[in-house]
């Protein structure tokens, strides 16, 4: 592999000898050259999303990402996340995304007919059997989360949900369910600690404004909050460009070269 100056992946060569090889603008890839000398093009808007992407061939698809476009609201004060693009034979697909960042529609007219892919969400996922060793049961749970119960033999698996996200995830022989993963996540959607159990120890993420891990560390989270650290963590320093700039694992400083 070669990196750049600025820490950008700038090509590498496959075990068969075949280079693909990446050019970046402020760490926008804009170039990608496949072993074949086929040079796919990207360009972005002024936010930084991407914009535009053309084929080798010519062919080219407009984007403009759910990021870049103003949230709406529903009546019950839900965001209402839009996007669109213009795919290479100048359809033009309307997007909306749902909470976890999935495309939940696209509609599109070809050929003069107007058609929709809407996702399907059930309120129960299926019941395979009523028992046995394979039974699984699905059932919906307030706030968004999803209950999903499985028994092998006779050992039960219980994970929840929210908007997509795996927030716990725990087993029994009987009850109560021994956890086996836990994890909460921050106002803005990005992950602020997490349990490997079952033992009572989490890791906890301490980050600045732009979301950056300041802080990784071992908490003992038996007792009441505030959860006392256990003196193991890492912590994390950025350059202006948001690369890391120094690397701390237990008081030994690492500066990370990229």
């Known amino acids: ?13 496959l075990p068969d000898g075949e280079i693909r090889t990446f050019a970046y603008t402020g760490h926008h ?38 990021l870049s476009q103003a949230t709406t609201y529903d009546a019950a004060g839900n965001p209402i996340v839009t996007g669109s693009y213009t795919d290479a034979h ?17 509609t599109y007219t070809a050929d ?14 299926g019941n395979a059997s009523a028992g046995g060793s394979a039974a699984r049961v699905a059932e919906p749970h307030s706030a968004g989360r999803l209950y999903v119960a499985q028994r092998r033999a006779a050992r039960r698996l219980q994970v929840l949900r ?40 989490s890791q906890l993420i301490d980050r600045d404004a732009q979301g950056h891990a300041l802080r990784i560390y071992d908490a003992v989270t038996a007792t009441n909050p505030p959860f006392p650290p256990t003196g193991r963590q890492t912590s994390f320093t950025y350059r202006s460009d948001g690369q890391p700039a120094t690397v701390t694992q237990h008081g030994r400083d690492d500066h990370a070269d990229l």
């Open 1 to 13: 592999m070669t990196i750049a100056a600025g820490g950008d992946l700038a090509g590498f060569v």
């Open 90 to 106: 100048g359809v033009a697909h309307a997007l909306v995304f749902n909470d976890a960042g999935d495309v939940d529609s696209d």
């Open 162 to 201: 929210c908007v997509g996200r795996v927030i716990r995830t725990s087993f029994s022989d009987s009850t109560p369910f021994v956890n086996r993963y836990l994890a909460s996540y921050d106002a803005a959607g990005r992950i602020s600690s997490y349990l490997h159990g079952p033992s009572n120890v």
């Open 29 to 66: 890839m804009t170039r990608k050259t496949s072993p074949k000398g086929d040079v796919t093009q990207y360009e972005y808007a002024n936010d930084g999303t991407l914009n535009k992407s053309t084929k080798p061939s010519g062919e080219f698809t407009t984007v403009n990402a759910g």
């Open 112 to 125: 003069g007919v107007t058609y929709t892919k809407q996702k399907f969400h059930p309120t129960v996922l």
